[in-house]
């Protein structure tokens, strides 16, 4: 076979397309029902779920380090979560198929990511810039890009938040 394995290339899509055959298989009455369908095929499902889950963990990391640093530049964490941000953006990007853009909430990842940077302010005394947008203000593939950049994002937040205020 000289062409590249779908499972290589996206295994959301190669799970959900074998999902699909073994649902065809499981229908045929001439096929042994030694195999537990229901199991396998619920598992097979399971694996391209938890890859995109991944991203979305990753993703969610990331943003919430962003809004953590635009909410609180003066934390003695700064640092530290610059450097997540790289890490976890990086392993998004790595992890990331194509086929995943449109299987992945991304304004429930951005609500999320704000739920979530506000908790972990909180505990250090700090919290949530006000008026941040209510939509996510990254294009999936700006916060998936290789050439990713930290300070493109918070200007890009800094201006969504001058934006807002101008609004009110």
Known sequence: MDRPSLYDDD???WAEEQAAALRALAARSDLSNVVDWENVIEEIETLGRSE???V???LLQTLVHVLKYV???AAQSTRSWRAEVVAFQSAARRNYKRAMRQRIDWQALWR???A???VQLKVH???LVGGLPETLPFEPEELLASDFDMDVALERLAAAL???ADHH
């Open 11 to 13: 295994i959301v899509t």
């Open 52 to 54: 995109i889950h991944g």
């Open 56 to 58: 979305e963990s990753l």
């Open 71 to 73: 909410s609180a530049p």
């Open 112 to 114: 999320d990511a704000r």
């Open 116 to 118: 979530n940077a506000d």
């Open 125 to 127: 005394g700090d919290k």
């Open 162 to 164: 001058k934006s807002t």
